[in-house]
């Protein structure tokens, strides 16, 4: 039997507990917080009492922290692009509205709320050029992204679990800025929007870990191989208006590492909570090759740590279109 076979029967036998998956890993949207619960209310006589607030507290907040929250809010934006790449995997099927796409609409669902909320409040705040936001956005979603899984859905499932945890931190990390800035509510949301990307990671963590039960070597073999190539962030595409695709992805993270949104050090970090939340030394049952896998992850982090301590990070801050460059000052 072909590998891609095997993982098709795989992803049949895991299927049938998908409800489960969806019960324990997901909210039912009557019962989730939607992004109305935390902006002005635009029904209330108060609506612009709370908007002259929430912009009066957003300009205490610097130039590198409004480039990571604009980039984090694109991010999250391009959704269209995950979730037609996720449809596309191995044993997902939405013509036939199999188990797995059933989880990837309702994951989908409840991750569209989180680029709702963020581009409502940029707007609200007057601190960012929306209309350079929304091209940026738009550029992205057109050149989509290629994250290097192929339709692999153990590859898939490494990247999805190591990118959920990877947004946990950029979130929490802006969350606690923004209480350091005295931006309460912008913190509130940002803790929310973390909470839903730590249960998401859980979710994603446990397919990988149900996998490794039943295909222990095929799937150390895929983990290694996501490790080797580097997990590419979503949107490594990112481009302003009127750019090709450049160095603007680099430039955003170089803002995310100079406030500790998100480091080198964090995706290190990232990747010893995988190998240790999967306990890949106590799998057992492998083949060489995959035992060699195995060997090769171990070292893998303390490797990473050596590399990311000789990263230099520019400390000129580069001028988006997206953000008043004044702030830069």
């Not at 998956?21 to 989730?32: A, G, H, R, W």
């Not at 923004?178 to 929007?193: E, H, V």
Request: aromatic share 12%; charged share 30%; glycine share 4%.
């Amino acid at each position: 039997m072909s590998i891609k076979n095997i993982r098709l029967e795989v992803m049949q036998f895991l299927e049938k507990n998908v409800d489960s998956f969806v019960d324990q890993y997901l909210i039912p949207v009557e019962k989730i917080w939607q992004p109305s619960d935390f902006l002005p209310n635009s029904e209330s006589d108060t609506f612009f009492d709370e908007v002259k607030e929430l912009r009066e507290i957003a300009k205490e907040l610097p130039y590198d922290f409004w480039v990571t929250l604009v980039g984090d809010t694109i991010t999250e934006e391009a959704l269209p692009t995950y979730e037609s790449w996720l449809m596309d995997v191995d044993g997902i099927d939405n013509v036939e509205r199999n188990g797995w796409s059933k989880w990837i609409r309702q994951w989908t669902g409840e991750e569209n709320r989180h680029g709702d909320l963020l581009n409502k409040y940029l707007y609200l705040s007057g601190r960012v050029n929306m209309r350079e936001i929304e091209m940026t956005t738009q550029h992205l979603i057109n050149d989509g992204f290629d994250i290097g899984t192929g339709r692999d859905p153990y590859k898939n499932f490494v990247y999805t679990s190591f990118q959920e945890l990877a947004t946990y931190v950029s979130h929490n990390r802006v969350a606690q800025m923004a209480k350091k800035y005295g931006d309460n509510k912008l913190s509130k949301m940002c803790k929310m929007i973390a909470g839903d990307e730590m249960r998401h990671h859980h979710a994603y963590s446990e397919f990988v870990n149900r996998i490794f039960q039943v295909d222990p070597s095929e799937m150390m073999l895929a983990f290694q191989y996501m490790m080797k190539a580097k997990i590419v962030m979503p949107a490594h595409f990112l481009r302003e208006s009127g750019q090709k695709i450049s160095t603007a992805f680099e430039q955003f993270s170089d803002s995310a590492q100079r406030i500790g949104v998100y480091t080198a050090a964090d995706y290190v970090d990232i990747m010893q909570k995988l190998i240790d939340k999967w306990e890949i030394d106590k799998i057992t049952g492998l083949t060489d090759e995959a035992e060699k896998a195995r060997d090769y992850l171990i070292k893998l982090p303390a490797r990473m740590a050596r590399i990311s301590e000789r990263m230099v990070i520019p400390q000129e801050s580069h001028i988006f279109k997206w953000v008043e460059p004044a702030l830069a000052r």
